[in-house]
Nanobody, 126 residues
């Protein structure tokens, strides 16, 4: 139901923009909080960024704060993750996730998300 895209190979210091789109599931996208997570080889999945359903609230992992920006366009049922100043430690498979919320809550815990995208690979070369 969620399609993550935009990954690729980029040099250290470069930028990428990931997209997470509802693939026609019929969800009312604006009712869903969305988050981005990533998983590097041999490591656990970790929280990257989250946005509330209307986009008024956002949160970031400390490791990406100031470099990554999460945003959404509900009219297009899409959430974006703009990633700047990438470094080798950002190399991972990035996943987006969505969960229904009745308030403008942020969700930063993976287990609280209902729907997951398939992941998109981001590789940063040094």
């Amino acid at each position: 139901q969620l399609q993550a895209s935009g990954g690729g190979l980029v040099q250290s210091g470069g930028s990428l923009r990931l997209s997470c789109a509802d693939s026609g599931s019929g969800l009312t996208f604006s009712d869903y909080a969305v988050g981005w997570f990533r998983q590097a080889p041999g490591k656990d999945r970790e929280f990257v960024a989250a946005i509330s359903r209307a986009g008024r609230r956002r949160d970031y992992a400390e490791s990406v704060r100031g470099r990554f920006t999460i945003s959404r366009t509900n009219a297009k049922s899409t959430v974006y993750l703009q990633m700047n100043s990438l470094n080798a430690e950002d190399t991972a498979v990035y996943y987006c996730a969505a969960s229904y919320t009745v308030t403008g809550a942020l969700i930063t815990t993976a287990s609280r998300y209902t729907y997951w995208g398939q992941g998109t690979q981001v590789t940063v070369s040094s």
